[in-house]
């Protein structure tokens, strides 16, 4: 629940997800679309089954987000879009900066840089995270395999969630960089370099 603490328009949501953290009273209905009072964890029970199916995918998927918790999912999609991208799309374009990250719940992508394959992604995984992280232009371009269906989130709002819910922003930091240090880790794998070999500093980008 929402509680008002001794300052005037604070309320705190430490129930909800437990840790302390506090919101102005003005900000709640513009970022969650809830009233002062109403109980966060309500949220949980206006996602639609629909909706909540595409959840359990991001939730359960490997190699996706995975030290996020059903109320940070809850968040995330509440203020993200879902859209449909036709096969043969440029989802993200190298060079271009889009200030959007998508996390896929259908479909493949395949993620190319000059050219030159470097992954191919599917159900639970984010696409867009590395230019968010260092707040540039795509560093890659990726393009639909398969029809797409993806939760397309603003960096805005990724930054207006992280500032509010700092430990979501722990946890969501914390899986990109498991999920960078898998992808780095196959790409050494694949060329057949061991660890300390110079020619890691190659595949770094």
Known sequence: MLRRSEREGIYSCTPFLHWPCYAHVSLLPLIYGIEPGESLSSMNKR??????????ILRTAKNGLQYLTQNDWVLLVDRAKLVVVKKGSTLIQQGKQTRMVYLLVKGRVTIETSGVKIAQIGPGQICGEMAFLEDTLASATATVDEDVEAYALSWSALSDLFELFPHLASRFYRSLAVNLSRRLREQITSKGVVPGDKAIEKLKV
Not at 47 to 56: G, K, T, Y
């Open 47 to 56: 996602i639609e089954p629909a909706q909540e199916q595409l959840v359990s």
